[in-house]
Protein backbone atom coordinates (compact mmCIF):
# COMPACT_ATOMS: atom_id res chain seq x y z
CA UNK A 1 0.00 0.00 0.00
CA UNK A 2 1.32 3.17 -0.81
CA UNK A 3 1.48 6.39 1.34
CA UNK A 4 -0.69 8.24 -0.32
CA UNK A 5 -3.80 5.74 -0.09
CA UNK A 6 -2.74 4.64 3.32
CA UNK A 7 -3.22 8.38 4.01
CA UNK A 8 -6.58 8.04 2.37
CA UNK A 9 -7.59 5.05 4.70
CA UNK A 10 -6.85 6.91 7.48
CA UNK A 11 -8.88 9.90 6.46
CA UNK A 12 -11.94 7.56 6.18
CA UNK A 13 -11.60 6.21 10.08
CA UNK A 14 -11.25 10.00 10.78
CA UNK A 15 -14.50 10.65 9.32
CA UNK A 16 -15.86 7.63 10.43
CA UNK A 17 -14.83 8.80 14.10
CA UNK A 18 -15.52 12.29 14.19
CA UNK A 19 -19.27 10.88 14.10
CA UNK A 20 -18.76 9.38 17.30
CA UNK A 21 -20.82 11.06 20.34
CA UNK A 22 -19.44 13.35 22.15
CA UNK A 23 -18.70 11.10 25.93
CA UNK A 24 -21.21 10.99 28.68
CA UNK A 25 -20.79 11.38 32.19
CA UNK A 26 -22.93 8.70 32.70
CA UNK A 27 -21.83 5.76 30.05
CA UNK A 28 -19.24 3.39 31.24
CA UNK A 29 -16.53 2.70 28.71
CA UNK A 30 -15.54 -0.25 26.75
CA UNK A 31 -12.51 -0.61 24.39
CA UNK A 32 -13.24 -3.28 22.15
CA UNK A 33 -11.14 -4.86 18.58
CA UNK A 34 -12.55 -3.36 15.77
CA UNK A 35 -12.90 -4.97 12.27
CA UNK A 36 -10.93 -1.78 10.86
CA UNK A 37 -7.60 -2.31 10.06
CA UNK A 38 -4.48 -0.12 8.81
CA UNK A 39 -3.21 -2.93 6.42
CA UNK A 40 0.36 -1.95 6.45
CA UNK A 41 2.53 0.33 8.53
CA UNK A 42 4.90 2.90 6.79
CA UNK A 43 8.17 4.28 8.37
CA UNK A 44 7.77 7.11 10.52
CA UNK A 45 4.38 6.49 11.27
CA UNK A 46 3.80 6.17 15.70
CA UNK A 47 1.22 4.83 17.43
CA UNK A 48 0.45 8.16 18.98
CA UNK A 49 -0.03 10.05 15.20
CA UNK A 50 -2.40 6.96 14.47
CA UNK A 51 -4.46 7.86 17.63
CA UNK A 52 -4.41 11.21 17.25
CA UNK A 53 -5.74 11.15 13.37
CA UNK A 54 -8.57 8.29 13.76
CA UNK A 55 -9.46 9.27 17.11
CA UNK A 56 -9.62 13.16 17.71
CA UNK A 57 -12.45 13.68 19.66
CA UNK A 58 -11.52 11.31 22.24
CA UNK A 59 -8.62 12.95 24.21
CA UNK A 60 -9.56 11.69 27.34
CA UNK A 61 -9.26 8.18 26.48
CA UNK A 62 -5.62 8.26 24.18
CA UNK A 63 -4.14 6.50 27.06
CA UNK A 64 -6.30 3.75 27.23
CA UNK A 65 -6.67 3.76 23.25
CA UNK A 66 -3.06 3.28 23.34
CA UNK A 67 -3.00 0.82 25.84
CA UNK A 68 -5.47 -1.62 23.93
CA UNK A 69 -4.24 -1.28 20.38
CA UNK A 70 -0.54 -2.40 21.73
CA UNK A 71 -2.69 -4.97 24.06
CA UNK A 72 -4.62 -6.58 20.84
CA UNK A 73 -1.63 -5.91 18.21
CA UNK A 74 1.46 -7.92 20.26
CA UNK A 75 3.37 -8.50 16.80
CA UNK A 76 2.78 -5.34 15.58
CA UNK A 77 5.24 -3.39 17.82
CA UNK A 78 8.77 -3.97 18.92
CA UNK A 79 9.33 -6.37 21.65
CA UNK A 80 9.09 -4.08 25.21
CA UNK A 81 8.51 -1.15 23.57
CA UNK A 82 5.44 0.93 21.66
CA UNK A 83 7.39 1.08 18.19
CA UNK A 84 5.79 -0.13 15.15
CA UNK A 85 6.86 -2.88 12.77
CA UNK A 86 6.85 -1.52 9.26
CA UNK A 87 4.98 -3.54 7.15
CA UNK A 88 2.76 -4.89 9.80
CA UNK A 89 -1.03 -4.69 9.90
CA UNK A 90 -2.44 -3.13 12.96
CA UNK A 91 -6.05 -3.67 14.37
CA UNK A 92 -8.35 -0.41 15.38
CA UNK A 93 -10.48 -0.61 18.34
CA UNK A 94 -14.27 0.33 18.90
CA UNK A 95 -15.14 2.53 21.84
CA UNK A 96 -18.18 1.20 23.12
CA UNK A 97 -20.19 3.30 25.57
CA UNK A 98 -22.79 1.59 27.94
CA UNK A 99 -24.72 4.10 29.15
CA UNK A 100 -26.70 3.98 32.62
CA UNK A 101 -29.77 3.55 31.39
CA UNK A 102 -28.90 0.22 29.76
CA UNK A 103 -28.13 -1.76 33.55
CA UNK A 104 -30.30 0.52 34.84
CA UNK A 105 -32.06 -2.22 36.89
CA UNK A 106 -29.87 -5.13 36.15
CA UNK A 107 -28.35 -7.07 38.72
CA UNK A 108 -24.30 -7.82 38.01
CA UNK A 109 -23.28 -11.49 39.50
CA UNK A 110 -20.08 -11.77 38.31
CA UNK A 111 -17.44 -10.67 35.83
CA UNK A 112 -14.77 -11.69 32.88
CA UNK A 113 -11.85 -13.01 34.45
CA UNK A 114 -10.71 -15.02 30.57
CA UNK A 115 -11.28 -15.23 27.12
CA UNK A 116 -9.72 -16.71 24.35
CA UNK A 117 -11.93 -16.15 20.97
CA UNK A 118 -14.69 -14.35 21.12
CA UNK A 119 -17.75 -14.49 23.10
CA UNK A 120 -21.13 -12.56 23.73
CA UNK A 121 -23.52 -11.99 26.28
CA UNK A 122 -27.17 -11.28 25.40
CA UNK A 123 -29.24 -9.26 28.57
CA UNK A 124 -32.87 -9.77 29.50
CA UNK A 125 -33.88 -6.11 27.87
CA UNK A 126 -32.53 -8.19 24.41
CA UNK A 127 -29.47 -6.21 24.25
CA UNK A 128 -26.33 -8.04 22.41
CA UNK A 129 -22.86 -7.24 22.73
CA UNK A 130 -19.41 -8.86 22.63
CA UNK A 131 -17.62 -9.87 26.33
CA UNK A 132 -13.97 -8.85 27.08
CA UNK A 133 -11.79 -9.46 29.72
CA UNK A 134 -13.38 -7.28 32.81
CA UNK A 135 -16.96 -6.99 31.16
CA UNK A 136 -19.61 -7.39 34.05
CA UNK A 137 -22.27 -10.29 34.19
CA UNK A 138 -25.90 -9.94 35.47
CA UNK A 139 -28.61 -12.08 35.92
CA UNK A 140 -30.21 -13.26 33.36
CA UNK A 141 -27.98 -12.88 31.02
CA UNK A 142 -27.61 -15.59 27.88
CA UNK A 143 -23.71 -15.65 27.71
CA UNK A 144 -22.32 -18.06 24.20
CA UNK A 145 -19.30 -18.98 23.05
CA UNK A 146 -17.52 -18.96 19.48
CA UNK A 147 -16.43 -22.30 18.13
CA UNK A 148 -12.38 -22.64 19.27
CA UNK A 149 -13.83 -19.48 22.04
CA UNK A 150 -13.74 -20.32 25.76
CA UNK A 151 -14.73 -18.37 28.65
CA UNK A 152 -13.74 -17.79 32.28
CA UNK A 153 -16.68 -16.12 34.51
CA UNK A 154 -16.01 -15.79 37.94
CA UNK A 155 -19.28 -15.01 40.01
CA UNK A 156 -19.08 -12.70 42.79
CA UNK A 157 -19.69 -15.89 45.33
CA UNK A 158 -16.43 -16.69 44.20
CA UNK A 159 -18.16 -19.44 41.75
CA UNK A 160 -16.27 -20.13 38.41
CA UNK A 161 -17.97 -21.09 35.03
CA UNK A 162 -15.46 -22.15 32.52
CA UNK A 163 -18.04 -21.97 29.18
CA UNK A 164 -16.59 -24.37 26.57
CA UNK A 165 -16.54 -23.56 22.70
CA UNK A 166 -19.75 -23.24 21.01
CA UNK A 167 -21.59 -23.40 24.09
CA UNK A 168 -24.30 -21.42 25.73
CA UNK A 169 -25.72 -20.66 29.15
CA UNK A 170 -28.03 -18.28 30.60
CA UNK A 171 -27.49 -17.24 34.07
CA UNK A 172 -31.26 -17.51 35.41
CA UNK A 173 -31.21 -16.63 38.88
CA UNK A 174 -28.48 -15.52 40.89
CA UNK A 175 -29.01 -14.16 44.56
CA UNK A 176 -26.02 -13.68 46.94
CA UNK A 177 -27.71 -12.69 50.90
CA UNK A 178 -25.80 -12.11 53.93
CA UNK A 179 -24.35 -15.49 54.89
CA UNK A 180 -25.93 -17.55 51.80
CA UNK A 181 -28.94 -18.40 53.36
CA UNK A 182 -31.45 -20.04 52.52
CA UNK A 183 -32.41 -16.98 49.88
CA UNK A 184 -29.41 -17.20 47.96
CA UNK A 185 -29.46 -19.02 44.60
CA UNK A 186 -27.95 -20.07 41.92
CA UNK A 187 -30.01 -21.19 38.84
CA UNK A 188 -28.02 -22.17 35.41
CA UNK A 189 -29.73 -23.22 32.03
CA UNK A 190 -27.22 -25.23 29.94
CA UNK A 191 -28.78 -24.45 26.26
CA UNK A 192 -26.05 -25.64 24.60
CA UNK A 193 -22.48 -27.51 24.68
CA UNK A 194 -21.26 -27.58 28.18
CA UNK A 195 -18.77 -26.10 30.91
CA UNK A 196 -17.19 -26.92 33.98
CA UNK A 197 -18.13 -25.80 37.38
CA UNK A 198 -16.16 -24.66 40.46
CA UNK A 199 -18.43 -23.71 43.15
CA UNK A 200 -18.21 -20.63 45.43
CA UNK A 201 -20.32 -19.78 48.65
CA UNK A 202 -23.59 -20.38 47.28
CA UNK A 203 -23.18 -24.10 46.11
CA UNK A 204 -21.05 -24.58 49.49
CA UNK A 205 -23.80 -23.45 51.42
CA UNK A 206 -26.05 -26.19 53.38
CA UNK A 207 -29.38 -23.63 52.96
CA UNK A 208 -29.13 -22.09 49.29
CA UNK A 209 -30.46 -22.98 46.41
CA UNK A 210 -28.43 -24.61 44.03
CA UNK A 211 -29.67 -25.80 40.30
CA UNK A 212 -28.16 -26.68 36.92
CA UNK A 213 -30.81 -27.50 34.25
CA UNK A 214 -30.13 -29.01 31.74
CA UNK A 215 -33.21 -30.42 29.86
CA UNK A 216 -32.28 -34.24 30.96
CA UNK A 217 -31.57 -33.74 34.54
CA UNK A 218 -31.34 -30.97 37.44
CA UNK A 219 -28.23 -31.21 38.71
CA UNK A 220 -27.64 -30.47 42.44
CA UNK A 221 -24.52 -30.03 44.50
CA UNK A 222 -22.41 -29.29 47.52
CA UNK A 223 -19.18 -28.00 46.88
CA UNK A 224 -17.79 -29.68 44.20
CA UNK A 225 -15.94 -29.55 40.64
CA UNK A 226 -17.06 -31.23 38.06
CA UNK A 227 -18.23 -30.77 34.19
CA UNK A 228 -21.12 -31.35 31.97
CA UNK A 229 -21.51 -31.02 28.28
CA UNK A 230 -24.51 -31.93 25.77
CA UNK A 231 -23.05 -34.05 23.41
CA UNK A 232 -24.43 -35.50 20.24
CA UNK A 233 -24.96 -38.71 21.49
CA UNK A 234 -21.68 -40.47 22.74
CA UNK A 235 -20.08 -38.36 20.17
CA UNK A 236 -18.66 -35.20 22.69
CA UNK A 237 -16.46 -33.74 19.86
CA UNK A 238 -19.56 -32.41 18.30
CA UNK A 239 -21.93 -29.99 20.24
CA UNK A 240 -25.45 -29.75 20.25
CA UNK A 241 -28.24 -27.79 22.41
CA UNK A 242 -30.58 -29.42 24.73
CA UNK A 243 -33.40 -30.02 22.06
CA UNK A 244 -31.23 -31.69 19.27
CA UNK A 245 -33.35 -35.24 19.37
CA UNK A 246 -29.97 -36.50 19.68
CA UNK A 247 -28.70 -34.76 22.74
CA UNK A 248 -27.40 -36.21 25.24
CA UNK A 249 -25.97 -35.36 28.85
CA UNK A 250 -22.35 -36.30 30.20
CA UNK A 251 -21.36 -35.61 33.41
CA UNK A 252 -17.93 -35.92 35.61
CA UNK A 253 -17.17 -35.29 39.27
CA UNK A 254 -13.42 -34.22 40.14
CA UNK A 255 -14.30 -32.94 43.21
CA UNK A 256 -16.94 -33.44 45.63
CA UNK A 257 -20.41 -35.39 44.88
CA UNK A 258 -23.62 -34.27 42.57
CA UNK A 259 -26.83 -35.34 41.86
CA UNK A 260 -28.84 -36.04 39.07
CA UNK A 261 -32.47 -35.74 39.02
CA UNK A 262 -35.43 -35.79 36.07
CA UNK A 263 -38.53 -34.35 36.63
CA UNK A 264 -40.11 -37.55 37.85
CA UNK A 265 -38.12 -37.42 40.78
CA UNK A 266 -35.41 -40.35 39.44
CA UNK A 267 -32.15 -39.19 41.45
CA UNK A 268 -28.27 -40.79 41.14
CA UNK A 269 -25.32 -39.59 43.10
CA UNK A 270 -22.04 -39.29 41.51
CA UNK A 271 -19.03 -39.31 43.89
CA UNK A 272 -15.58 -37.62 42.87
CA UNK A 273 -13.98 -39.99 39.97
CA UNK A 274 -17.43 -41.07 38.41
CA UNK A 275 -18.77 -40.40 34.84
CA UNK A 276 -22.36 -40.35 34.60
CA UNK A 277 -24.80 -39.88 31.60
CA UNK A 278 -28.37 -38.74 30.99
CA UNK A 279 -31.20 -38.98 27.82
CA UNK A 280 -34.76 -38.23 28.17
CA UNK A 281 -35.56 -42.23 28.63
CA UNK A 282 -32.74 -42.85 31.81
CA UNK A 283 -30.07 -42.21 33.77
CA UNK A 284 -26.95 -43.72 33.75
CA UNK A 285 -23.74 -43.97 36.36
CA UNK A 286 -21.04 -45.08 33.83
CA UNK A 287 -19.20 -48.16 35.85
CA UNK A 288 -17.11 -49.42 32.85
CA UNK A 289 -17.65 -47.46 30.03
CA UNK A 290 -14.61 -44.88 29.10
CA UNK A 291 -15.32 -41.02 29.24
CA UNK A 292 -15.91 -40.28 25.47
CA UNK A 293 -13.29 -38.34 23.26
CA UNK A 294 -14.10 -34.54 23.35
CA UNK A 295 -15.91 -34.66 26.53
CA UNK A 296 -12.38 -33.33 28.78
CA UNK A 297 -9.96 -31.42 27.27
CA UNK A 298 -6.02 -32.21 28.39
CA UNK A 299 -6.21 -30.69 31.88
CA UNK A 300 -9.36 -32.12 32.96
CA UNK A 301 -8.60 -35.67 31.55
CA UNK A 302 -5.41 -35.46 33.33
CA UNK A 303 -7.09 -34.66 37.00
CA UNK A 304 -9.96 -37.02 36.02
CA UNK A 305 -7.82 -39.94 35.67
CA UNK A 306 -6.03 -38.88 39.04
CA UNK A 307 -9.29 -40.43 40.58
CA UNK A 308 -10.14 -43.50 38.59
CA UNK A 309 -7.88 -45.62 41.08
CA UNK A 310 -10.53 -45.12 43.76
CA UNK A 311 -13.26 -46.74 42.12
CA UNK A 312 -11.42 -49.72 40.21
CA UNK A 313 -11.48 -52.14 42.68
CA UNK A 314 -15.26 -53.04 43.46
CA UNK A 315 -13.98 -53.84 47.33
CA UNK A 316 -13.79 -50.03 47.97
CA UNK A 317 -16.21 -48.54 46.26
CA UNK A 318 -19.07 -48.19 49.15
CA UNK A 319 -16.32 -45.98 50.79
CA UNK A 320 -16.59 -43.93 47.39
CA UNK A 321 -20.62 -43.85 48.00
CA UNK A 322 -20.32 -42.80 51.75
CA UNK A 323 -17.80 -40.29 50.60
CA UNK A 324 -20.50 -38.61 48.14
CA UNK A 325 -23.47 -39.03 50.82
CA UNK A 326 -21.25 -37.33 53.74
CA UNK A 327 -20.41 -34.76 51.27
CA UNK A 328 -23.90 -34.10 49.89
CA UNK A 329 -25.47 -34.59 53.59
CA UNK A 330 -25.59 -31.29 54.81
CA UNK A 331 -27.77 -30.16 51.98
CA UNK A 332 -29.98 -33.07 50.69
Not at 170 to 195: A, N, Q
Amino acid sequence: MNKNLLVALILTFVSTAAWLPAASAEATVELVPSSRVILKIIPGMTIDEIIARIYPREKDLWPQIREKLIETNPTSFHPYSDRLVNGARLKLVDIRRVYAEEIAGKIKVGHVARLEGRATARDLNDRFGELQINSQIFEGDRLETDAESQLLIVMDDGAEIHLKPDSVVKVSEYTITSGYGKESSSILDLLRGGFRKITGSIGASALANYQVQTGFATIGIRGTDYLIKLCKGDDCTQTVGRNDREAKLHAAVLEGAITLTTDEDVQILMAMGEYGTATSEKLTLERDVPVPLGFLDTDEAEQFNVTIPQQADEGSSPWVWILGVLLLAAGL
